[in-house]
């Protein structure tokens, strides 16, 4: 059975930095591309960042120069380092096998003085 398992959200400051993690059971995850997405109240969820099985990375542009994907293929874990948040990285962040249609439950990034 494929599970992905988030953590690391919290509440931040404004500036402030978080790591989340998105650990995956079943062998697909070492040939498969990984994405974080993120879904605001009132809004649609939205790809935050994508990473291939090479390590090729593609992010949003509001992210771009602030977050960092990457994945270790032996901990089958993807992980997405977010510096200087802002108010508006306020969402449920979800981790996302692509194609194969496998979505984490969510963790909650608040930011907020």
């Known amino acids: 059975q494929v599970q992905l398992v988030e953590s690391g959200g919290g509440v931040v400051q404004p500036g402030g930095s978080l790591r989340l993690s998105c650990a995956a059971s079943g062998s697909f995850f070492s040939v498969n591309p990984m994405g974080w997405y993120r879904q605001a109240p009132g809004k649609q969820r939205e790809l935050v960042a994508r990473?291939?099985?090479?390590?090729?990375?593609n992010y949003a542009d509001s992210v771009k120069g602030r977050f960092a994907i990457s994945r270790d293929n032996a901990k089958n874990t993807v992980y997405l380092q977010m510096n200087n948040l802002k108010p508006e990285d306020t969402a449920v962040y979800y981790c996302?096998?692509?194609?194969?249609?496998?979505w984490g439950k969510g963790t909650l990034v608040t930011v907020s003085s």
């Open positions: 990473i291939s099985s090479g390590g090729t990375t």
């Open positions: 996302n096998a692509i194609f194969l249609g496998y």
